[in-house]
């Protein structure tokens, strides 16, 4: 059988979605199984067990008819896809790929996830509601042991605690201030090591001011190489932001803030038995305190 996996990015979305991805491996270990991703994250997840082929979605406006005829060619002789995306775009790819056998949410499919509480449950336990609907009973940890890379050339100290102090740039409300960071950096009682995309080299810098001997990871690691740096830490600390997820799903000891952007309740990191990371929320992440934080980790 010919099986499609549809799942975008962002960064945490994937994360979150690799015990879905497992799951679905492990009942289709047979089959000849298709991810459907965005380029960010083909490369990343081509070295995964999980999958047997690897295409990009350009998600193409619905008025570009040569990219849309593309898109079709791409969806179509599949005998099984699973929409773990479940927007209104991949929704709309379910008659281009001529409404297979699909689970998913859009109306008349084969296997639909008709929870109605779907909306306001956490992704981990509405991914597995869906493919519980679709006879895939159980999702494993997430398994990342396929995507070490070496880090040997960043000589990293043997025990040292993450920071992560970026998130979307089109997203500052998410951010706590790097100068809070700053100032935690230099009352942990490990070396730091700042992670993060080359957008965030600023913040590392400004940590850097206060714990000179950070070591400023930010825009020089690939996803696979980031989540090998993580897999080492002792604890993180960040924002709710895609590195925020690595951490939690490797098992790493995690505290991540939320301001009122988003909800934990539906999009917090997990552990990889599911359980929950410290999560310190506030309206405005510049109410959190220096000392809040301190308090808070273990």
Known sequence: ????????????????????????????????????????????????????HIITDTRPDFWNIPGIMKLRQQLRG??????????????????LAGKPRWSGVVAGCALPHADPQRDFIHTRERLAGQLAAAGI?????????????????????????????????????????????????AQLPMPVVVVGSKFETPLAATIRSFAPLAIDLTGQTNLSELLSVISRASLAVGNDTGPMHMAAAL?????????AASDPKLTAPRYPDGGWPIILQAPHLAGLSVAQIVAALP
């Not at 975008?8 to 289709?28: E, N, R, T």
């Not at 050339?153 to 025990?159: C, H, I, S, Y």
């Not at 998130?167 to 100032?183: D, G, L, M, N, Q």
């Not at 098992?251 to 301001?259: A, D, N, P, Q």
Request: overall charge neutral; charged content about 20%; hydrophobic content about 50%.
């Open 137 to 185: 009973d159980q999702l494993p940890p997430p398994d990342f042991s396929w995507a070490k890379a070496d880090i040997s050339r960043f000589m990293l100290p043997a025990r040292f605690a993450l920071l992560v102090p970026g998130a979307a740039p089109h997203r500052p409300e998410k951010r706590w201030p790097e100068a809070k960071f700053a100032a935690l950096a």
């Open 78 to 95: 599949f005998d099984m896809v699973y929409d773990l995306q479940t927007s209104s775009r991949s929704s709309r790819y379910f008659e």
């Open 251 to 259: 098992g790493v000891t995690s505290l991540v803030m939320f301001s």
């Open 1 to 52: 059988m010919k099986i499609l996996i549809i799942k975008h990015g962002a960064l945490g979305d994937i994360i979150l979605a690799a015990a879905a991805f497992g799951a679905i491996k492990a009942a289709h270990a047979l089959d000849d199984i298709t991810l459907m991703t965005t380029l960010p994250f083909a490369g990343f997840l081509s070295a995964s067990p999980w999958f047997d």
